[in-house]
């Protein structure tokens, strides 16, 4: 597959991502990635680590797959992280010369799934602190608000708070590990 990106980030894109803490990239990543990602989720949903959680609620209709670290035990996935653009990308919004993995996580849903995804900040499941720490949310298929695409808070990177995590599985409190 193709390391290089489609297409350069734009010096606008660049200042978004520094002032909202947030931008949306469109096709920057080959669609052959993408096709391949489809199949590696699909992998995962059959042969799922052993950190998956189940995030279904109770009587709900529809499968919310939720799993982390999977870069170990599906090589595709680590392919993604390290062979793809993705970490090209994150270095430039950043401004930064190096990308270290803290972790990967599949959060999955089949249509019409009735679990909705818990309004949360990524900060506080994360093990380090700074600035200088992002999440990439590649879109497998095409999303609107009402398919549920990810919603963020522009600029609440520069609140300096730290929220209490919480579990995405119904009913369970949240436990740092």
């Known amino acids: 597959m193709h390391k290089a990106v489609k297409r350069a980030l734009t010096v606008e894109e660049i200042q978004t991502y520094r002032r909202d803490g947030v931008v949306l990239v469109r096709e920057l990543v080959d669609p052959d990635w ?9 992998q995962n949903i059959a042969q799922p680590s052993t950190m998956v959680r189940d995030i279904n609620e109770s009587g709900g209709t529809g499968n919310f797959f939720g799993d982390t670290f999977v870069c170990h035990h599906i090589a595709g996935f680590r392919s ?17 010369s190096r990308v270290n993995l803290i972790f990967d996580q599949i959060l999955a849903k089949e249509p019409g799934t009735s679990t909705r995804t818990t309004w949360h900040h990524d900060a506080p499941y994360w093990p380090v602190a700074g600035d ?31 929220f209490a995590a ?7 409190t949240y436990h740092e590990s």
């Open 132 to 162: 200088m720490i992002a999440t990439v949310w590649v879109a497998l298929d095409p999303v609107t608000y009402d398919t549920g695409a990810v919603e963020y808070v522009k600029g609440s990177h520069r609140w300096g708070k730290r």
């Open 166 to 172: 919480v579990s995405f599985s119904p009913g369970e």
């Open 80 to 96: 993604f992280i390290f062979d793809s653009p993705a970490a090209d990308v994150v270095s430039a919004c950043m401004g930064s």
């Open 34 to 42: 993408v096709g391949e990602l489809q199949e590696l989720v699909d």
